[in-house]
C-alpha cells in the first residue's frame, strides 16, 4: 500500500509560479513510477508528466511541456512539479499518483487526495 499527499497548490495570478509536492510513504519509494494529473470542473482528469522511479524517463502532456518540470527525491520519498508561466487554463485540482510502471494513462494504481491550483487572469 502506497500512501500520497499533495501540497503546495493556492491561488496564482497568471505568469506566475507554483510547485507542487507529493510526499509517499509506505514502500520503497523508488520502486515506482509517479504521474500528476489535473481535473477541471466538468472535464475528465487528465495527464500532465509522469516519471520513472530513477528519475531517467519522462513524458509531460504537449498543453505543459516547455512551463512545467517533474521531478523526484528518492531520498526524502517526494515527487514535485514545478508549474511556470500559469495559464488560467491550467486551474484544476491536480492529483499525484504512483504505480509500478510509468504510464501516460490514468490506470495508477495509488492515488493522492489532490490539490487545488487556481490561475487568475
Known amino acids: 500500500q502506497v500512501q500520497l499527499v499533495e501540497s503546495g497548490g493556492g491561488l496564482v495570478q497568471a505568469g506566475g509560479s507554483l510547485r507542487l509536492s507529493c510526499a509517499a510513504s509506505?514502500?520503497?519509494?523508488?520502486?515506482?513510477?509517479m504521474g500528476w494529473f489535473r481535473q477541471a470542473p466538468g472535464k475528465e482528469r487528465e495527464f500532465v508528466a509522469a516519471i520513472s522511479g530513477s528519475g531517467s524517463i519522462i513524458y509531460y502532456a504537449d498543453s505543459v511541456k516547455g512551463r512545467f518540470t517533474i521531478s523526484r527525491d528518492n531520498a526524502k520519498n517526494v515527487a514535485y512539479l514545478q508549474m511556470n508561466s500559469l495559464k488560467p487554463e491550467d486551474t484544476a485540482v491536480y492529483y499525484c499518483?504512483?504505480?509500478?510502471?510509468?504510464?501516460?494513462?490514468?490506470?495508477?494504481?495509488?492515488w493522492g487526495q489532490g490539490t487545488q491550483v487556481t490561475v487568475f487572469p
Open positions: 499518483a504512483a504505480d509500478g510502471r510509468i504510464r501516460v494513462t490514468i490506470q495508477y494504481d495509488y
Open positions: 509506505g514502500r520503497p519509494f523508488r520502486s515506482y513510477a
